[in-house]
């Protein structure tokens, strides 16, 4: 799998990107990704999400600002991505979920393209960080348990409560401030769900935390593999190449 420099223009044009979501000229920067080669089907497709200037060795970087990221695909997660279904084995999005106009649709994109099995690391604030209302950008204030929604046993232990989505915990960091890591609340945290239920339902406006972790595994059924937002794989512009692929760390 490699990511080739086009030879005099961007992937995507005005023509073939009619209908597209656009951030300032959305567009494939000069690399057109390809099929993996013989051999390099072991490489792990990587998707960084909202890289900025830091993108993950390995992976395919986008961003929704053209002017200061080292993204290859400039594009917006508000919007549809342009990307097959399926086509990464690990989605990051690092401090990036609670910007976003709708998580339900951000999520499900983010399923759309991560395969089945493939990972899910998302960090974001804790809603008891400063931080987490200081930036005017932020939308949304999420604590342990937002992500439940998309867990088998459901919101509220009811399945299909707002989605039919899937994605199951496979780990959870929280990080406190310096001084409760220091004397092992932090550690209790993680270490205990009933201790950290406790904590967050009575202590956490004086335990406060910083930031969350979660790791999730996506969970795909056949049907959803047909059906699964058919309308994205249609319109994506690079789904009209050969394939998608992660090149070697450059």
Not at 139 to 166: C, I, M, P, Q, V
Not at 214 to 229: A, I, P, Q, R
């Amino acid at each position: 799998m490699q990511v080739g420099r086009a030879a005099t223009k961007p992937v995507c044009n005005a023509k073939a990107c009619a209908g597209q979501p656009r951030v300032r000229g959305t567009k494939v920067r000069p690399y057109i990704i390809s099929k993996p080669g013989r051999g390099e089907r072991a490489l792990r497709r990587k998707l960084d999400l909202g890289c900025g200037r830091n993108k993950a060795p390995g992976s395919i970087g986008v961003d929704s600002n053209p002017g200061a990221t080292a993204a290859d695909v400039i594009a917006d997660l508000n919007h549809p991505l342009p990307f097959p279904d399926s086509s990464f084995d690990e989605v990051r999005a690092v401090h990036v979920i609670e910007h976003v106009n709708d998580i339900m649709k951000a999520v499900a994109e983010i399923h759309r393209v991560a395969r089945s099995g493939g990972l899910v690391y998302l960090a974001t604030p804790h809603y008891t960080d400063s931080n987490s209302w200081r930036d005017p950008t932020h939308r949304w204030h999420l604590n342990t348990y937002s992500f439940r929604l998309w867990a088998a046993r459901g919101l509220h232990h009811k399945r299909h409560w707002y989605t039919r989505l899937e994605l199951r915990e496979v780990s959870l960091h929280v990080e406190l401030a310096r001084l409760w890591k220091y004397t092992g609340f932090q550690w209790l945290v993680n270490c205990s769900e009933w201790f950290r239920r406790f904590w967050e339902q009575y202590l956490r406006f004086i335990v406060r935390a910083k930031q969350m972790e979660f790791t999730f595994e996506v969970v795909k059924n056949e049907h959803e593999g047909v059906k699964h937002e058919k309308t994205h794989r249609d319109n994506s512009f690079v789904g009209r190449y050969a394939g998608i692929g992660v090149g070697t760390e450059r």
